[in-house]
């Protein structure tokens, strides 16, 4: 499963800009001046390409641009577990059920779409690259690899909780009875795959990596 993805531009700077000096002027001082366009250039690419991606992986969980079913159901009712609870908190006497309340997809997970760069490689990660998660959020006390894992994989949403009695005893209070067969069940959502396929990364790097080499060759 993956949690995030890498660029890489494949080529050191001594290497193209070298290549690009050489081929057009073949002096030191062109092959200095090519080597700082380049290195400039690909610099602001990097960061600007990483930065356009992280963009979009937060705003996934927000916008669904790729489908994705609502959050966990039962598969007894078509609901949304998490809209239902966060509509109806558990509280004595509570009368009738509420409507449900619209819920992000992936609670804190957008917040952790985080990205590093690797300027002497060319090449950058963005999604979810633990050693960027902020103190505070690790705190919290998850194996946000997990967690990723579990939001992207389908299957049955039950079989880690221990106090499953409890847990049915609540939706019974609800109106919502579950069964042990099939449960509450949840939905693939693929993320970093359909990312990539929707925004070619070397096809966003290429457009700013020219723009830029145009604003210093200007």
């Known amino acids: 499963m993956s949690f995030s993805f890498k660029f890489f531009t494949n080529a050191s700077a001594d290497t193209i800009a070298g290549a690009l000096a050489r081929s057009f002027c073949g002096d030191r001082s062109a092959l200095s001046k090519a080597e700082g366009f380049f290195r400039k250039a690909r610099g602001y690419a990097l960061g600007s390409t990483a930065k356009f991606f992280r963009g979009k992986l937060k705003d996934a969980f ?20 998490k809209e239902m609870i966060a509509g109806n908190p558990p509280k004595m006497n509570a009368g009738r059920m509420k409507k449900g309340k619209k819920r992000v997809f992936g609670g804190r997970l957008k917040n952790i779409m985080l990205h ?96 830029k080499m145009k604003e210093l060759a200007g």
Request: net charge positive; aromatic share 10%.
């Open 62 to 81: 927000v916008s669904n641009p790729f489908g994705w079913e609502q959050n966990a159901k039962n598969a007894n009712m078509n609901f949304s577990v």
């Open 116 to 211: 590093k760069i690797d300027d002497k490689t060319g090449d950058f990660q963005v999604g979810l690259v633990p050693e960027k998660i902020p103190a505070k959020i690790k705190a919290l006390g998850s194996s946000w690899d997990r967690v990723m894992s579990q939001f992207q994989e389908a299957g049955r949403l039950d079989k880690n909780i221990v106090d499953k009695e409890r847990m049915r005893r609540y939706f019974g209070a609800l109106g919502m009875p579950m069964t042990s067969n099939p449960g509450l069940m949840r939905p693939k959502r693929d993320l970093m795959k359909p990312m990539q396929e929707r925004y070619p990364p070397f096809g966003i790097f290429q457009e700013r990596y020219e723009k």
